[in-house]
């Protein structure tokens, strides 16, 4: 079965400082593999996603993340922090097997703090 | 329209009542999906329609949890019987066939009072 581990519940940073959000995946088939971003009170927004072209993904507002078959991790990054990327971050799965043709597994979500 | 719909944005209920919430897909999109998201806790799968294929029920939490979807299009998430554990927020996503990313509506936030 598919599955998504985000290591880290809460993760809190100083503005300007390196981001590190972990994901890694079980798949026992090549995985489509998805960032995306919830705001308070809003629903989710894809950050970025990964389909089987280059393993390094730029996505929106400066994030980035690597998909690294060995490890079977898709971490995401971003260089330098802004207040603004204070959210939840969700890493989510997606493969092609029998009955969950296309269905979503969603890790359990890392709470972003940034410190001014 | 240009991104999914859901209503009620809210609703407030009394235990014991049955509740309908609606997702409107984006247009063309096949896949749908429900999901569920409790205070604090990430995001738990209710159910998923693909097209003409049998629904994955898999992620409803019991029988009073039911859903459908109408002509491929609008989907209806019923809950009956409503108990206190079911507030929440009630998130709906829909997809092309494929492997593209899933777009989310704001959701409907239910309490059961």
């Known amino acids: 079965a598919q599955s998504v581990t985000q290591l880290g519940s809460h993760v809190s940073v100083s503005e300007g400082a390196l981001v590190l959000l972990r994901c890694n995946y079980s798949?026992?088939?090549?995985?489509?593999l998805f960032w995306y971003v919830q705001y308070p009170n809003q629903g989710l927004q894809l950050l970025l996603k990964?389909?089987?072209?280059?393993?390094l993904v730029k996505g929106i507002n400066g994030f980035e993340a690597e998909f690294k078959k060995s490890e079977t991790s898709f971490h995401l990054t971003k260089p330098s922090a802004h207040m603004s990327d204070a959210a939840e971050y969700f890493c989510a799965v997606r493969v092609d097997r029998g009955s969950t043709l296309g269905r979503l597994y969603f890790g359990r979500g890392t709470q972003l703090t940034v410190w001014p | 329209g240009a991104g999914v719909s859901q209503s009620p944005s809210n609703k407030v209920t009394e235990k014991g009542k049955d509740v309908e919430l609606r997702c409107d897909p984006i247009s063309g999109h096949t896949a749908l999906y429900w999901y569920r998201q409790s205070l604090g806790q990430g995001l738990e799968f209710l159910i998923y329609?693909?097209?003409?294929?049998?629904?994955?029920k898999s992620g409803l939490p019991s029988d009073r949890f039911s859903a459908e979807r109408t002509g491929g299009s609008v989907s209806t998430l019923t809950i009956q019987r409503t108990q206190q554990e079911d507030s929440a927020v009630y998130l709906c996503?829909?997809?092309?066939?494929?492997?593209?990313?899933?777009?989310f509506g704001q959701g409907t936030r239910l309490t059961v009072v």
């Open positions: 996503a829909s997809s092309w066939t494929g492997y593209t990313e899933a777009f």
């Open positions: 798949s026992s088939v090549p995985p489509y």
């Open positions: 990964y389909t089987s072209a280059a393993t």
């Open positions: 329609f693909q097209g003409n294929s049998a629904p994955d």
